[in-house]
Structure formats: structure tokens, C-alpha cells
């Protein structure tokens, strides 16, 4: 069990979701990584904070994080922690409650643990799923499902395309978004796009624990704590419809 890591990962997320909502309510201070991709004085200290708190409590532990400079020494630990300080810069700025702090726990290569906090909405999800099943597969029912996607991806028509009957949703973070899978809302979470370890790990594990399916679009196997910490693609359902999806889009891909 991991009693204690969920205990600190859920404090340290609270904590640094008390000082997010802090900055954007006094007025927060923003600007551009490598030329373009939004970052706010709030990621800097909430990564301050995150790190402080978990590797403070767990110091054989390895860390990965959106806002911390990435090392090799990492990749010689079984245990690595992968965070995202906010996943949802942007909404966060434009004051959209859609956005999230992202911790999650991987060992072995295997998320285990989640913890996802929304600031803004006061939600807070955590489980660890060491032990999770699976859900047992269902067949279809021929009703329509509701497919969770990102915001930007639904506003420009980025998503691929879906088989009929498919209702998609646009949610901001893909960190929140795969939480709010987890407690039941949607049928599926979908991203065409790559996205980084961080973005992904604490939702996956959330919802392992609810028994769904996470892999790639194709439905193929994601390691995390990898040397190029990227996934490709993003497919959770449960099993019966990730299945049924998975194989949708490996059709596409010959074709």
C-alpha cells in the first residue's frame, strides 16, 4: 500500500493549490518558455513547493517535472515521482476552471499513484492502484458515447476522426480531464496529440484505480519514466469500449 505517499502527495497538492489561487486572484505574472509555450510565476512556485514537500519526504525517490530541469539520474530509479505543477497554464491565465495540479507516482514504469487538485473548483482527486482490476469488458449498446477531449483540440478541429455517434467534450487540462473520467463523468478520454509523462501520470493512475484502460491512441503499452518522457497519443475507456476504440484507430492507421 501507499498510504504515506498518497497522505503528503494530497497535503503538498492542497498546500500549493492554496498559493495558485492566491497568484491569479492578486494578479500573476506570466511568460513564454522556449519562445512560446505559457508559463506563470504560479508553476514556478508551486514546483518550488511540490518538490520541497515530496522530496523532502521521499529523498531516494526520483523526480520528473514540467517546471525542473530533467537529468539521467531519474531513469536509475524504480520509484519516480512526475509532476506537473499546473497542467492548464493556460486556462489558469484566461481564468478558466480547467485547470489542475498534477502529482503522480510511477514504479517500475507503471503509474501507480494519482493525485489531481483543482484549485478553482476545490476538487481533489487521489487513489493508488497497486492492486486495481480491471473492469469486466461490456459489449456495445449501440448508444452514443461521450468522448473527453482538450478544449483547443475540439475549438480548431484537431481531433481525428471518431466513429459514429460519438460525442466529444472540450475540457482544458488533460490532467483534470482524465480525473473527471475516473469519478464517472464521459465514457472516454482522447488526445491525437503526444503528450509529456507529467501531463498524464497522476490521471492515468486515478483511473487505473477505477478499473479503465489507459494505453496510446492505438491502443499500444506507455512506459513512463522513459529517456524522452513523451506518449503518443492518449486512449482510457473501459476495456469493452477501449477495445472497440483502440481497433477503430489502428484501421485509420493502414489506411
Given at each position: 500500500m501507499l498510504e504515506q505517499e498518497l497522505m503528503v502527495a494530497v497535503d503538498a497538492a492542497l498546500e500549493a493549490g492554496v498559493e495558485v489561487a492566491r497568484l491569479r486572484r492578486d494578479g500573476v505574472r506570466y511568460g513564454r518558455k522556449d519562445g512560446w509555450e505559457l508559463v506563470s510565476e504560479a508553476d514556478i512556485r508551486a514546483a518550488e513547493m511540490l518538490h520541497a514537500a515530496l522530496t523532502g519526504a521521499f529523498p531516494s525517490d526520483g523526480w520528473l517535472s514540467e517546471e525542473h530541469r530533467d537529468t539521467s539520474e531519474r531513469l536509475g530509479r524504480d520509484r519516480v515521482w512526475i509532476v506537473d505543477p499546473i497542467d492548464g497554464t493556460r486556462e489558469y491565465l484566461q481564468g478558466i476552471d480547467e485547470y489542475a495540479i498534477s502529482i503522480g507516482l510511477a514504479i517500475g514504469g507503471l503509474p501507480v499513484l494519482g493525485v489531481v487538485h483543482n484549485p478553482a473548483t476545490g476538487e481533489l482527486f487521489a487513489a493508488e492502484c497497486l492492486s486495481a482490476p480491471e473492469r469486466?469488458?461490456?459489449?456495445?449498446?449501440?448508444?452514443?458515447?461521450?468522448?473527453?477531449?482538450?478544449?483547443?483540440?475540439?475549438?480548431?478541429?484537431?481531433?481525428?476522426?471518431?466513429?459514429?455517434?460519438?460525442e466529444t467534450r472540450g475540457v482544458g487540462s488533460v490532467a483534470y480531464r482524465l480525473a473527471l473520467l475516473a469519478s464517472g463523468q464521459g465514457n472516454?478520454?482522447?488526445?491525437?496529440?503526444?503528450?509529456?509523462?507529467?501531463?498524464?501520470?497522476?490521471?492515468?493512475?486515478?483511473?487505473?484505480?477505477?478499473?479503465?484502460?489507459?494505453?496510446?491512441?492505438?491502443?499500444?503499452?506507455?512506459?513512463?519514466?522513459?529517456?524522452?518522457?513523451?506518449?503518443?497519443?492518449?486512449?482510457?475507456a473501459e476495456p469493452g469500449l477501449h477495445s472497440r476504440l483502440a481497433t477503430f484507430f489502428r484501421r485509420l492507421r493502414r489506411e
Open positions: 469486466v469488458p461490456t459489449e456495445s449498446t449501440g448508444h452514443s458515447i461521450e468522448v473527453l477531449v482538450g478544449r483547443g483540440e475540439q475549438l480548431h478541429d484537431e481531433l481525428p476522426p471518431l466513429p459514429e455517434g460519438t472516454a478520454a482522447l488526445s491525437g496529440h503526444g503528450r509529456a509523462e507529467w501531463d498524464v501520470a497522476a490521471g492515468i493512475a486515478l483511473c487505473r484505480a477505477a478499473g479503465l484502460r489507459a494505453s496510446d491512441i492505438f491502443g499500444e503499452a506507455m512506459p513512463f519514466n522513459q529517456a524522452d518522457p513523451y506518449v503518443r497519443g492518449l486512449l482510457v
